[in-house]
Each structure stands twice: as C-alpha cells, then as structure tokens.
T-cell receptor, first 115, second 115 residues
Framework: SQQGEEDPQALSIQEGENATMNCSYK?????LQWYRQNSGRGLVHLIL?????REKHSGRLRVTLDTSKKSSSLLITASRAADTASYFC???????????????FGQGTILTVHP | ETGVTQTPRHLVMGMTNKKSLKCEQH?????MYWYKQSAKKPLELMFV???????ENNSVPSRFSPECPNSSHLFLHLHTLQPEDSALYLC??????????????FGPGTRLLVL
C-alpha cells in the first residue's frame, strides 16, 4: 500500500449530505495537506494541518489528524453539486527525522454529489 | 484561476517528435514543479526548481528535459517519447521549496497523447 491512501476510492452522495474522506499514511510527517481536482484540471489547495494540530476548519471543510493512527479525515458539510471532484491528501514523508523533500500524493477519492 | 498558466492545454505528438510544454506563474513564487498524472496512479513528482536551481530529479528518463530560465517560467522539453508517457502534465509553484511543507499552486495541466 502507498503513503497517503485515501478511502473510499469513490463516494456518491446527495446534495445537502455530508461527505467524509479518509487518508492513511505510513511514515512520520510534519504536515498533511488536502487538495481538490476537478476533472482533468489542476489541483487546488484546500487546507494544511500540522502534525501538532488535531483539527482544523475552513468554511464547510473540517480536517482532523490523528498522528497515533497515522490518519486524517476530510469532512465536507452540506455538500453541493459543485463539490464534485477528486480529493487528494498529500504528506511530507519523514524518515529518521529527515524529510524526503517532497509532497507525496495519494490516489484520491472521487466524490460525486448529485443535485 | 490559480495564477499558474500552462500551454498548450492539449498536445498530440508522435514518438519521433520534439515538443515543449510551457508553464508560467504570476504569483512571485521562487519554486516550480513538474508532475505527471497518469490514470489510476498517484501524482508523480518529476522535477523541482528552487530559485532557478534544480533541486529534485525524481529518476525521470532523459527524454524529459526541464528548463527554468527564471523564477516565473518553467519548460519541459519532450523528445522521442513513448506511448506510456501519455498523461496529464501538471506544473505547480510555491513561495519556495520547503521539502514538502509548502503549499503548492497548480496550473490546469497539459493533456499529452503520444501516438
């Protein structure tokens, strides 16, 4: 399995419902980021959470980080059809206190919000 | 718009062609990146330039040749590509390269098809 694995791979919900996506990773990290990608487009940064933070909010987004379980979740509340996109977590992997020196992305969760 | 533009948006080339992808950022950033996004695979970092100096070459085949003439422009020169090189090529920039701790801003990508 890979660093930054998102779960589920695909999620289909109705407008107004909440969407929860999870990300698991294997190594130590300094921070974890969530990005969104509309079909065939570039990625857009959503939120960054540092390893010493447990929860962060931005508008309808809520991100949690549990470093003991090496996992993070992204919650989108009151979803809209415009939230339809792929969502990726990205981590700066560490080994022995040293960074790998790059962001490592997961394969993403495809979210579909039906009007 | 993220302030990062890429041209062309779509490119079809034969295996013997030579072409170049262009990326320009209008954010005053000092780091620029090339990523490859293939179907059903995680985003792969190819190259990193920080203050015009290449800091990362992620074992990319020599048929891909990057060029960074200044902090605002990044090129990816392509020659004798293979069909498996068909993918979405994404450019990104950040204030500076911080080994994965930076927030990156992505362009819309170039969809490349190698015949």
């Amino acid at each position: 399995s890979q660093q930054g694995e998102e779960d589920p791979q695909a999620l289909s919900i109705q407008e107004g419902e909440n969407a929860t996506m999870n990300c698991s990773y294997k190594t130590s990290i300094n921070n974890l980021q969530w990005y969104r990608q509309n079909s065939g487009r570039g990625l857009v940064h959503l939120i960054l959470i540092r390893s010493n933070e447990r929860e962060k909010h931005s508008g309808r987004l809520r991100v949690t980080l549990d470093t003991s379980k090496k996992s993070s979740s992204l919650l989108i509340t009151a979803s809209r059809a415009a939230d339809t996109a792929s969502y990726f977590c990205a981590t700066d992997r560490m080994r022995g206190g040293t960074s790998y020196g790059k962001l490592t992305f997961g394969q993403g969760t495809i979210l579909t919000v039906h009007p | 718009e993220t302030g990062v533009t890429q041209t062309p948006r779509h490119l079809v080339m034969g295996m013997t062609n030579k072409k170049s992808l262009k990326c320009e950022q209008h954010l005053g950033h000092n780091a620029m990146y090339w990523y490859k996004q293939s179907a059903k695979k995680p985003l792969e970092l190819m190259f990193v330039y920080n203050f015009k100096e290449q800091t990362e070459n992620n074992s990319v085949p020599s048929r891909f040749s990057p060029e960074c003439p200044n902090s605002s422009h990044l090129f990816l020169h392509l020659h004798t590509l293979q069909p498996e090189d068909s993918a979405l090529y994404l450019c990104a920039s950040s204030q500076e390269w911080r080994g994965g701790e930076e927030t990156q801003y992505f362009g819309p990508g170039t969809r490349l098809l190698v015949l």
